[in-house]
């Protein structure tokens, strides 16, 4: 499957913006999908993921009740909602898909097998 990142930009604190990710093929609904995120000089790090039913979502501490993942399978395409956002949320945003990741495992980059190009989100304060 090919992914493509797209609505990143430059935001103030406390805006909003809006992620997509559209996918390629027709297993789209068969893969689970997630968001993780590298800020300068920092390890890429989990941001939140949705099953393929899109039923389960899961959410790192720093955005919870911020940021909302949803997916829509006719669409080929999953979105990450961000709101309130602040300065430390500044970086380059990627998705990605896996067929095979566990629970346990969801926030693991290393579980998931397709990548995108990546979006870069900025905030001033």
């Known amino acids: 499957v090919q992914l493509q990142a797209s609505g990143g930009g430059l935001a103030q604190a406390e805006d909003s913006l809006r992620l997509s990710c559209a996918a390629s093929g027709r297993t789209f609904s068969t893969y689970t999908m997630a968001w993780f995120r590298q800020a300068p000089d920092k390890e890429r790090e989990f941001v939140a993921a949705?099953?393929?039913?899109?039923?389960?979502?899961f959410y790192a501490d720093s955005v919870k009740g911020r940021f909302t993942i949803s997916r829509d399978n006719a669409k080929n395409t999953v979105y990450l909602q961000m709101n309130s956002l602040k300065p430390e949320d500044r970086a380059v945003y990627y998705c990605?898909?896996?067929?095979?990741?566990?629970?346990?495992?969801?926030?693991?980059?290393?579980?998931?097998?397709?990548w995108g190009q990546g979006t870069q989100v900025t905030v001033s304060s």
């Open positions: 990605a898909a896996s067929s095979s990741v566990i629970n346990s495992s969801i926030r693991d980059s290393t579980m998931y097998h397709y």
């Open positions: 949705i099953k393929r039913s899109g039923g389960a979502t």
